[in-house]
C-alpha cells in the first residue's frame, strides 16, 4: 500500500454545512480533500452525518453554505455543472435502487444510452463486460427482482461504473445484505481499489477498512473528530470518541 | 386428491370451491338463480305498472334490412358517435392527466399554479355546466362544432381526475429510483421518461381504468348540447316510441359491453407486463 502513487486532489469540500428542514444538523462546517486513486473509508456512529456527507458530493442533498469542487468545477446552482460532475461520479445505494422493470442488462445500458449516446451494440458490449467483471455475467437477461441481494448489489455498482466514473461513491453498500453476501460485494469494491479507482466508501465493515482503505475518517456530529492512514488510525486512535466507537465496535 | 371420500364425509371448503372452479357448475347455476330472480324483478314491477313489452319493436332501431342490405338502426349510428368521442376524449383525457400532473410536479410556480387552478375548477364544478360553458362560450370564440365541444369538455373533465391518478403513482414511486436517476447524470426528462413513468403507469392501470370506463358512461351527458350519440338517439326513439324500458336496456346492455370489453382488455395488458416482484 505505502508505494501506492496519488495524483493531485480532485475532490476539495471546503466548510460546507448542511442542516435539514427538522433542524438536525447533518454537517457543520466539514472540510476535506480527496486525492486521485485514494480510497478513503468514512466510518462514524449512525446521524454521525457520514451518508450526508456522500450525498453532499454529487448533489443528491443541497449544501446549506460552502464549497465543493470537483476536478476543477464547482458544484453549485449551475444545472450543467450538477449534471457533468453527477456523470462522472458513480454512486452505489444502501438499498441498490435498481429499476425493477428493467433488466440487469437495461439497467447497466441505461445511461450509456441517453448519457453518453452510446450506439446499441457498444452500449451492450460494454455492459456485458462489465457485468462479467462483477461476476453476474450469466444473468444479464434477469430482472432484478429475481437476483438475492448480493448479485442485485453488484448490478449496481456495474451500472455506476458504466459512464466510466473518475470518482465512485459507496454508500454503506453492503449494510442491506445478508451476511453471507457481503463479501461477494466487498470483493468486488476491493478489485476496484486494487486497479486505482478514486473511492469514497462509507462503512461499517472495519476489515474492508484495514485492508484497503488509504485513509480513514471518523466522524462525529457533522464533524471530523479524526483522520489517519488505516494503520495509525485502528492502531493508534487520538481522540477519546474515536477511541470509544472504537472500542464499542471492535 | 378428493375424490373417493368415505359416505356422509363432507368435503373441506376450501376443496369445494376448488373443485367447483375447475368445473363450475354450481357457479353457473347460481347465475342463472341470480339473473332469473332479477329479470323476474323486473318484469313483475313493469307489469306492476301495467307496463306492455313490445321488445319486437327495438331491432328496427339497431339493424335496418331493407332491398337485402343491412344498415345501421338509429341506436349504432348513435353508438358509432359515442364511440368516436370515447376514443378522442380518452387520448385527450391521458394527454392533458399526464401533462397536468407533471405540471404540478415541476419547480415551475407558474406551472404548479395554473396546474392547480384548472384541477380545482374541472374537479368541482358538474360536467354539465362545464359543457353547457364550454359549448355555449368557448365554442364560438374558438370557431369549434358542438362535436369537438362536447370531446373538449369530456377531455378536461376526466383529464382533471386522471391527473390525480397519474400524479398519485408518480409520488408513489419510491425516491432511491430518482436518486439512482440523479447520480447516473440522467436529465429530468429522461428519469420520467424511462424510469419513473414506465413504473407509474403500471400501478396507476386500475384506477385509470375505472376512469376510462366513466368517460365512456359520461359521453352520454353530450346528449344536452343534442350530440346525436346513443343516449341521445335513445331519448329520441324514446320521445316517439314510448318504448323507454325497452331502448334504454338496450343501450345499458351495450355500454355494459363496451366498458366489460375494456376492463378485460385491461385487465391482459396487467398480466403481460407484471414481470417484476
Redesign the interface.
Known amino acids: 500500500m505505502a508505494e501506492k502513487e496519488f495524483g493531485d486532489y480532485i475532490i476539495n469540500v471546503k466548510n460546507i454545512c448542511k442542516t435539514f428542514p427538522n433542524g438536525v444538523t447533518a454537517l457543520s462546517n466539514f472540510s476535506t480533500n480527496i486525492r486521485r486513486a485514494e480510497v478513503v473509508v468514512v466510518i462514524g456512529p449512525s446521524g454521525s452525518g457520514k451518508s450526508t456527507f456522500l450525498r453532499c458530493l454529487?448533489?443528491?442533498e443541497e449544501i446549506d453554505s460552502g464549497e465543493i469542487i470537483f476536478d476543477g468545477i464547482p458544484l453549485d446552482d449551475n444545472k450543467n455543472n450538477r449534471?457533468?460532475i453527477?456523470?462522472e461520479?458513480?454512486?452505489v445505494?444502501q438499498?441498490f435502487?435498481?429499476?425493477?422493470?428493467m433488466t440487469v442488462l437495461q439497467n447497466v445500458m441505461?445511461?450509456q444510452r441517453?448519457?453518453k449516446k452510446n450506439t446499441a451494440a457498444e452500449a451492450k458490449a460494454a455492459s456485458i463486460n462489465l457485468l462479467d467483471k462483477v461476476g453476474i455475467g450469466d444473468k444479464v437477461n434477469s430482472?432484478?427482482?429475481q437476483l438475492s441481494g448480493g448479485q442485485q448489489q453488484r448490478v449496481a455498482i456495474a451500472?455506476?461504473l458504466a459512464?466510466k466514473p473518475k470518482v465512485m461513491l459507496f454508500d454503506e453498500a453492503t449494510s442491506a445484505l445478508d451476511p453471507e453476501m457481503i463479501g461477494e460485494v466487498l470483493e468486488v469494491m476491493k478489485t476496484l481499489a486494487r486497479e486505482g479507482m478514486t473511492m469514497i466508501c462509507v462503512t461499517h465493515e472495519l476489515g474492508f477498512a484495514k485492508e484497503v482503505s488509504d485513509w480513514v475518517i471518523f466522524m462525529d456530529e457533522g464533524r471530523i473528530v479524526e483522520g489517519g492512514t488505516a494503520d495509525d488510525f485502528f492502531s493508534n486512535p487520538q481522540e477519546k470518541r474515536t477511541q470509544l466507537f472504537l472500542s464499542q465496535i471492535l | 386428491m378428493t375424490k373417493s371420500l368415505p359416505q356422509g364425509r363432507q368435503l373441506p371448503l376450501g376443496v369445494t370451491e376448488r373443485r367447483l372452479a375447475k368445473f363450475p357448475v354450481g357457479h353457473i347455476a347460481i347465475y342463472l338463480i341470480v339473473m332469473l330472480a332479477i329479470a323476474y324483478i323486473i318484469v313483475r314491477g313493469a307489469s306492476e305498472q301495467g307496463y306492455h313489452w313490445q321488445w319486437y319493436r327495438v331491432p328496427r332501431y339497431l339493424f335496418i334490412y331493407k332491398d337485402g342490405v343491412f344498415s345501421l338502426g338509429l341506436l349504432l349510428q348513435g353508438l358509432e358517435i359515442t364511440l368516436y368521442i370515447t376514443l378522442v376524449s380518452m387520448v385527450l383525457t391521458y394527454v392533458i392527466g399526464l401533462a397536468t400532473a407533471l405540471l404540478r410536479l415541476s419547480d415551475s410556480i407558474i406551472g404548479r399554479a395554473s396546474a392547480k387552478v384548472y384541477l380545482e375548477i374541472a374537479r368541482n364544478t358538474p360536467l354539465i355546466v362545464q359543457l353547457f360553458f364550454i359549448y355555449f362560450v368557448i365554442a364560438p370564440i374558438l370557431g369549434i362544432d358542438r362535436l369537438f365541444a362536447a370531446i373538449l369538455s369530456l377531455s378536461l373533465f376526466e383529464g382533471a381526475y386522471a391527473s390525480e391518478i397519474y400524479r398519485s403513482g408518480i409520488v408513489s414511486i419510491h425516491k432511491g429510483q430518482w436518486e439512482a436517476c440523479h447520480s447516473l447524470g440522467l436529465t429530468r426528462f429522461d428519469s420520467y421518461r424511462k424510469v419513473i413513468l414506465p413504473q407509474a403507469i403500471r400501478r396507476v392501470l386500475p384506477p385509470l381504468t375505472s376512469q376510462t370506463i366513466s368517460l365512456i358512461k359520461d359521453s352520454s351527458l353530450v346528449s344536452v348540447i343534442a350530440v346525436y350519440e346513443m343516449t341521445m338517439q335513445a331519448n329520441a326513439i324514446v320521445a316517439e316510441t314510448f318504448l323507454s324500458f325497452e331502448v334504454y336496456f338496450t343501450i345499458a346492455a351495450i355500454y355494459l359491453l363496451l366498458t366489460i370489453s375494456i376492463s378485460q382488455f385491461v385487465a391482459l395488458l396487467e398480466r403481460k407486463f407484471k414481470v417484476y416482484n
Do not use: E, Q
Not at chain 1, 435502487?97 to 422493470?101: E, I, K, M, T, W
Open positions: 454529487n448533489g443528491l449534471l457533468h453527477r456523470r461520479m458513480g454512486m445505494f438499498s435502487n435498481l429499476f425493477p422493470h441505461l445511461a441517453l448519457v430482472y432484478p427482482g451500472r455506476a459512464l
